[in-house]
């Protein structure tokens, strides 16, 4: 009883530390939005300054168009996400559960598409681009977005078919039901938490980038968020209000998405149920 | 079967949304002829450009201006690949240093048959840039037509505290002592004397002009002149400001003294004229803006840099397109526009009827500005401008740190800035043998489809006999690889060309002397080494606390939900606001960090910006704390997957919850922790921006790079694309190397149950 009152405690204590430790950064970040006058650094510890104003949200609303641009961010991550989530399921699955010829270079040549310095790829990608006509769409966005969320997304989901016992699909054959009704009634309720993280992984990965983005969006009203915050970005005369405000702004959605799916991620179907 | 129709339906509805959401962003026509400016304007002035780009599209209807704000940098490697891949925008729309490179790529067009001679003598002398035509050197092309002309640093004072601007340097250092006090006793000072960005050489040009010393030598062509007697002495006065007077911050940069200025927490500043109006409009201060003051010793001016900013034509347009966007130009560059900017931003314009405007009489911002604009000297915008700056840089930040002497630290200065200068300018021919190039490649992949033939012969029967493996695949690699296989091909033949400055738009094949250049390169295995421990600290402690934290919050416990949510903050908050933060959280006087350590563990303040091992490691705490939330996430999904019913077994077989961590969790947390963990170190091996941001691109003193920020300097400061590609091969293949061997160790692409 009492050594697993200890535990408790030390669970809590550890929790407790490290949400100190994510929170104040981000307090900072508060700071600086609520700051007059642009400034990023501050030379007291105060998280509330002492002049405190709300311009820089009033203006991101009023002034900018921040709502456009979260509009944008939106429909390009749902899209990324949605097309993630289904091509590395099935992806996943069939690494997983078949021993095709390739396999394992397969699996080897979705890792090697990350191994590349980004930085080097910008001027080719560019070109490509350029030549296909994808300049200020959200379809060539869309298509290098998913492309670089797959390579952990199909990983990740083989990850967690491995897991799962083949005896379940082997006992859903004799009950008479084809592989890949197996696969959408047993599996993959089973997988849920690991599609969790393929969508909060494909989310965030276009929810939050802007160096292709930079490339491909030129026209500012179809700017994703990152982009529109890179704008308020300057050198040696950065809005720094602004920018810290938006940058909080956006992190708000990210939570919204990830307190929606966790709870898939800390009770999804388990094992539990499967006698083997 | 009822299942899978109804999964069918659903996939359809997917489809059908996702189509629909594809056209919105394709649909748009054209009707007007577009002109684009790419430009950098701060966002005072951008709203007096939509104001003048309306006033333009009114008085010309048939033309369409698209105006796109880029920051200075962006905008550079930006136009230069927009120019590259030839859709470009017209214009181009920044300051001037610029230019010396894009004409050397030949992506700046000559402007002058738009400027007669007759207009071109209503400019103040030097604001119009002529750059000498490669091919024909008695030519020259006019790359760029000003509409401001300055850009120049100046002193700001804040008159609570100082009535009267020093007039030399021996006034400002006694006023700057005078006001540099710490009056709670507490040790930290509250005031400063005087704050810049002092960590940036271009600040240290007035202080170098001011003792009669130059960054280039008197005979009218761009060759170094860093290490002379004048500069020494010049460097000895800035140190002395820091270490003798003790008037100057330590790890006072650009935000530092901006922030401790508005705050009234410094006296003076020294700044430039894009920040100004700012200062004037500050609460709480009552900023005036000064000359800079003539140096005591030599009774030289300190005399700042000027530059103009203007427009540049993008020399890859059609001659119409150039029209439309010259005629803009004309109306930018007017006596009227420059005016009204004038008016509002309070800078120098760049024709001479507005110098003599009452305005710049009476105002006493420009009036200060015009003073100080006559004394400085125009910056050079040749390429080896650039290399000079690079070249200052690290000996510079090296001698505020006390790393090394004013002398030592010039002759590297000049060293660096030669050797800089024969890499940017190393121009090289193609190749003759490149039939045998050819053929190497064609054996290499003749090899691979011999020695992989039999997989490749049972590839079709096998697709026979379980198509739907073959179908499950097939559209994830065809997304990833119509992505990855051009740029990846495109960058295998520049890691063998001569691609870089000199040979821009017109590169060949030289053969494997970039990869030469990479293993021979002196600094390259010491780079290499800090980039793994880099990667092995942080994957250590994303996987240890990540794991950890998991497993606390796994099963039963008060406040699960708000835990979490607080735990994946720094995960959802943007990485380039936070990076920043912490940076400013290691500020040796202001810092958080240095704070607690003080309280809580009596650590004396550590300048953690400013010591190169310092620095490296707060980049790694600043990306140990970025990565956690995400192996946490990836942990927490796992333990979901482990049956409590294997605990049971343990606990009823005497283990221990040590054991029990070993036996169970880990082992079967594995096939879901592994990828994670093999691609998390591939991300952190390739992680740019954090390393960027917290130690603003590599300081102190360029120490702090690992390779892949080694990369992006070689090509983005030094436009050695080639070399770039050939770096970028060998992280490929270190990379594939190392991945191959722990995936073959840890057997990761294995299943638990096989």
Redesign the interface.
Known sequence: MTESRLI?LS??L??LV??A??????L??VS?SLR??????????AIIPP?WTLAAYRELFTEQPFLRWLANSL?VST?VT??GV???S??G??????K???R?????A??????????????????????LHL?D???GL???Y??TA???C???M?????????SLEEAAHIDGC????AF??IILP?AV??L??TA?FSF?TAW?E?IVA??VL???D?FTL?LG?????????T?WAL??AA??L??VP??VV??AL?RY????M???A?KE | ?G??SH?GVL?QK?FAI?CL??L???AETESRRVV?LWH?M??RDRVMLEKLVAEFEATHPEIDV?T???????LRS?FQ??A????GPELVYGPSDVLGTFHAMGIVGDMSPWVSSEEAGEFVEGALTYLPDSQDPERRALVQVPDRFGNHLALVYNRNFISKPPTTTDEMIELAVANTRDSDGDGRKDRYGLVWNFVEPFFAIPFLTGYGAWVFDDSGKPIPALDTPQSVTAYQFILSLQKKYGVVPRNCD???A???F??G?AAMTIN?D??WT?YLE???IDAAVSPLPIVSETGKPMAPMVSPKGYSLNALVSPEAAEDAMQFVQFMTSTNAQRKFMELVRILPARKKLLDDPLIQTDPTLAASKEQFDRGRIMPVDIEMRAVWDAMRPPYQSLLGGNTTPAAAARTMQAKALHSIKIIQQESAGTQYLWLWQLAGLVICGGLIVSQRE?LL??LP?MRR?P???L??A???V??????V???F??VL?SLSNMSLRNFQEWSIVGLQNYLDVFTEARFFSVLLKTLVWTFVNVFFHVG?GV??AI???GP??G??L????????????????A???R??F?Y??G?VN?LLGKFLGIAPLNWLGEPGLAFTACIVANV?LG??FMM??A???L??????LYEAARIDGANRWQQFRNVTLP?LK??????V??GG??TF?N?NVIWLVSNGGEPADQTHI??SY??KA?FSFYR?GY??AL?MV??VL??GV??YS?HRTRA?????T
């Open positions: 408790t669970r809590h550890l929790l490290f949400a430790i994510s929170l104040y950064p981000v900072t970040v600086i007059p006058g642009d400034q990023l650094q501050s030379t007291d510890l002049n429909l899209l949605f097309t289904v091509l590395a099935i992806a699955y069939a690494l997983s559960r078949f095709f010829i390739g394992q270079a397969t699996m080897l979705i890792l090697t598409t990350q191994m590349f310095p980004a930085t080097m790829l910008l001027l080719p990608l560019y070109i490509l681009i350029a030549k300049v769409t959200f379809l869309l298509v290098f998913v492309s797959l390579p952990f199909i990983w990740q083989k990850g967690f078919y491995d897991t799962i016992p083949p084809s592989q890949a009704s959408w009634r089973i938490p690991g969790v993280i909060l965030m939050s802007y930079a490339q030129q026209d500012r179809m990152p915050i890179k704008s308020f970005q300057a050198s040696m005369s809005q920018y810290a940058s909080l956006v992190s990210v939570v990830f307190l966790s991620l800390v009770s999804g388990t094992l539990g499967v | 079967m299942c899978q999964g996939l997917w996702w959401c594809l919105v962003g394709c684009t950098q701060v966002p698209r796109l704000y880029k920051e200075t940098e962006e930006g690949t927009a590259l891949a030839g859709i650009y935000e530092t901006d922030s401790l508005k705050s927490k430039g894009w920040s700012d500050t609460e709480g997989s049972g590839l096998d379980q739907l493996a073959y499950l695949i559209p994830a690699l997304t990833m690889f119509a992505t990855v051009f740029p990846f495109y960058n520049l606390i950890a934290l606390a919050l796994n416990i008060r699960k939900s835990y979490r949510v607080m735990l994946i903050i720094p995960w959802a908050v943007p990485a380039y606001i936070t920043l933060t912490w400013s959280m500020h006087d202001y958080a704070l704390w956690y939330p996430v990836i927490l999904g796992g979901q997957g482990i049956p409590l019913e079967l096939p879901v922790l592994a990828p994670a093999v691609l591939i991300w390739n740019l390779l892949v990369v992006y090509v694309y770039g590609a970028s992280i490929f990379l594939l991945s191959l995936l692409t294995e299943s638990v149950y």
